[in-house]
Nanobody, 126 residues
Framework: QEQLVESGGGLVQAGGSLSLSCAAS????????IGWFRQAPGKEREFVAV????????YYADSVKGRFTISRDNAKNTVYLQMNSLEPEDTANYYC???????????????????WGQGTQVTVSS
């Protein structure tokens, strides 16, 4: 059974950094890409970044470009999201999600992903 488990969330002051991890287990050979999304209270889930499982490509939301870096370690079946220069507006529950193929996928849409982790909370204080 495929599973994603996020970790690394917490409370940080504005301007600080956090690193999130997304550990995949089960049929990891079927993963094509892993994306990170976030959802703040009362708001829709929004795209943050995506990386192909091969590491060949990455794509970021404009709101995090230059501040966040997504990477993967295939040996550990883990994808990371390094978040620098955090702002209070980055406060949200962060989720990782897996897509099992590339066909018809639009990477910034939640419907393009096949299964999700349970989320990890990130809170940035001003």
């Amino acid at each position: 059974q495929e599973q994603l488990v996020e970790s690394g969330g917490g409370l940080v002051q504005a301007g600080g950094s956090l690193s999130l991890s997304c550990a995949a287990s089960g049929r990891t050979f079927s993963i094509y890409a892993i994306g990170w999304f976030r959802q703040a209270p009362g708001k829709e889930r929004e795209f943050v970044a995506v990386v192909s499982w091969s590491g060949a490509g990455t794509y970021y939301a404009d709101s995090v470009k230059g501040r966040f870096t997504i990477s993967r370690d295939n040996a550990k079946n883990t994808v990371y999201l390094q978040m620098n220069s955090l702002e209070p507006e980055d406060t949200a529950n962060y989720y990782c999600a897996a897509a099992t193929n590339v066909y018809g996928r639009i990477w910034y849409l939640t419907d393009s992903y096949d299964y999700w982790g349970q989320g990890t909370q990130v809170t940035v204080s001003s």
